[in-house]
T-cell receptor, first 113, second 115 residues
Framework: DAGITQSPRHKVTETGTPVTLRCHQTENHRYMYWYRQDPGHGLRLIHYSYGVKDTDKGEVSDGYSVSRSKTEDFLLTLESATSSQTSVYFC????????????FGPGTRLTVT | TQLLEQSPQFLSIQEGENLTVYCNSSSVFSSLQWYRQEPGEGPVLLVTVVTGGEVKKLKRLTFQFGDARKDSSLHITAAQPGDTGLYLCAGAANAGGTSYGKLTFGQGTILTVHP
């Protein structure tokens, strides 16, 4: 158990509204990631962080922003939600062992109507 | 951009049968991981393979990393209903460094094992 929690676990929101998802970890890991999971696409990286206030874009970053003001919290914001952002969002941490293993939170199911 | 092609996308078998899931790429990975995911939960790491040609066994699951570190396979012997789930392969470009631990995931294989 890597001590990763996500909130909320489920959210329904309307098109055009801002949404913020929170990832919280308890073990002070430096590297954190946000993914979205859609059928047939596996997991796709949205943004990642390699330290407090150090973030960068992943492969599907359009429409998303992130912030990391504390080691333990990594926030994902949808500035103006669209129906194409309906998905399941996972947060992960990496301990950067030799194999680069990642450990995942339980996910947030977001529906944009 | 590194890509991982995972096949098959769906697999429906009877209890006791054997199966193999493949993960292929044209890119070289420093390591490759397999994850299993159940509905409503996050992926859980099963194994990491690091060395070309490496074979790891986890009870009835056998994982292999290709000699050139571009492909991997997961073989399940005598599948059981408890093996049902989504299996994901993921490759690491290099161990830390400028890749920041990023992984490339395959599309996943949905396995259903019928009693």
């Amino acid at each position: 158990d890597a001590g990763i929690t996500q909130s909320p676990r489920h959210k329904v929101t309307e098109t055009g509204t801002p949404v913020t998802l929170r990832c919280h970890q308890t073990e002070n890991h430096r590297y954190m990631y946000w993914y979205r999971q859609d059928p047939g696409h596996g997991l796709r990286l949205i943004h990642y962080s390699y330290g407090v206030k150090d973030t960068d874009k992943g492969e599907v970053s359009d429409g998303y922003s992130v912030s990391r003001s504390k080691t333990e919290d990594f926030l994902l914001t949808l500035e103006s939600a669209t129906s194409s952002q309906t998905s399941v969002y996972f947060c992960a941490i990496s301990v950067l062992l030799a194999g680069g293993e990642q450990y995942f939170g339980p996910g947030t199911r977001l529906t944009v109507t | 951009t590194q890509l991982l092609e995972q096949s098959p996308q769906f697999l429906s078998i009877q209890e006791g049968e054997n199966l193999t899931v493949y993960c292929n790429s044209s890119s070289v990975f420093s390591s490759l991981q397999w994850y299993r995911q159940e509905p409503g939960e996050g992926p859980v790491l099963l194994v990491t393979v690091v060395t070309g040609g490496e074979v790891k066994k986890l009870k009835r699951l056998t994982f292999q990393f290709g000699d050139a570190r571009k492909d991997s396979s997961l073989h399940i012997t005598a599948a059981q209903p408890g093996d049902t789930g989504l299996y994901l392969c993921a490759g690491a470009a290099n161990a830390g460094g400028t890749s920041y631990g990023k992984l490339t995931f395959g599309q996943g294989t949905i396995l259903t094992v019928h009693p």
